[in-house]
């Protein structure tokens, strides 16, 4: 069984919806030629179908693309709803997103630091 970690540099989602018929070749195409950025450098770009239960990923990884494919049993990505869109998110934003969150919470929680308060 092959296990790796798969980093990237960067981690971009494609808001609105993306064709889900599209493999590698087409999704690195759409980066290439709609998003304006280079495919073949250690990013992982996100796509996410019309009825928002299944994403891909596309990632380079020095010696040829992963493609990374999640589909939902049950449930919906909240995933951004602005077409032609590339919002480049952080790993927590990440997280969030597979666990079914909003990359963009409503309320952020602030830590208290005991030691820091007058």
């Known amino acids: 069984m092959l296990i790796r970690n798969i980093t990237a540099d960067h981690i971009y989602l494609a808001c609105g919806h993306t064709d889900m ?14 998003f304006k950025k280079n495919p073949f450098q250690p990013t ?5 179908g019309r009825r928002k239960d299944r994403i891909k990923g596309l990632l380079w990884d020095e010696t040829g693309f992963l493609l990374l494919y999640k589909r939902l049993e049950n449930g919906k990505y909240q995933w ?8 480049e998110i952080t790993d927590q934003q990440l997280r969030w997103l597979t666990e079914g969150l909003t990359i963009a919470p409503k309320k952020v929680v602030q830590e ?3 030691e820091l308060s007058i």
Do not use: M, Q, T
């Open 112 to 114: 208290v630091h005991p």
């Open 80 to 87: 951004p709803n602005k077409p032609e869109d590339l919002l």
């Open 44 to 48: 992982l770009f996100l796509f996410c």
């Open 21 to 34: 018929r599209k493999s590698i070749n087409g999704l690195a195409s759409l980066v290439k030629d709609h």
